[in-house]
């Protein structure tokens, strides 16, 4: 079986940099070649495409969306009841450290049992969160 991860924001907004970092670049040609089970919650879509469209525009970030859904066997995951309660609980724990996306998020890779993939410092230490970190 192929390992599976979660992606945050930040490692799909660094793919699209002009210059990905090579950990980054490695990791979405192991989601191409099918290495690797990408799963993506809903909301994190949303909030790369706000960043795409800060740094680059709108247009630039509608080829990016299109690109990922196109070229990349990606899971997009949407919120259901235990995503939900489960995201609830996190954003009542860590409020002022946790937005609502990182709460999704990880609360997908502690239901799922998976790995978050993200560029996100200071997320608490969290019983079970196994994450993996990419500067930039």
């Given at each position: 079986?192929?390992?599976?991860i979660?992606l ?5 907004h660094l793919n699209?940099?002009?210059v ?5 670049s490695?990791?979405?040609d192991?989601?191409?070649k099918?290495?690797?089970e ?7 879509l ?6 795409l469209?800060?740094?680059n525009?709108?247009?630039f970030?509608q ?12 899971h ?5 009841k235990s ?7 996190l954003k ?11 709460c ?5 890779g ?9 560029t996100?410092?200071d ?12 500067s930039f």
């Open positions: 079986m192929k390992p599976q979660c945050d924001t930040g490692p799909i699209y940099s002009k990905p970092p090579v950990k980054i490695k990791l979405f192991d989601i191409k099918n290495k690797v990408a799963f993506i919650v809903a909301p994190v949303t909030e790369v495409f706000k960043h469209c800060i740094s525009g709108r247009e970030a080829v990016c969306l299109n690109n990922l859904y196109e070229r990349y066997p990606i997009i995951v949407n919120i259901n995503l939900t309660m489960k995201a609830g609980v009542c724990q860590y409020r002022k450290k946790l937005s609502y996306v990182d999704f998020v990880i609360a997908y502690l239901i799922q049992g998976v790995p978050i993939h993200t996100e410092k997320i608490p230490e969290i019983y079970k969160l196994r994450t993996i970190t990419y």
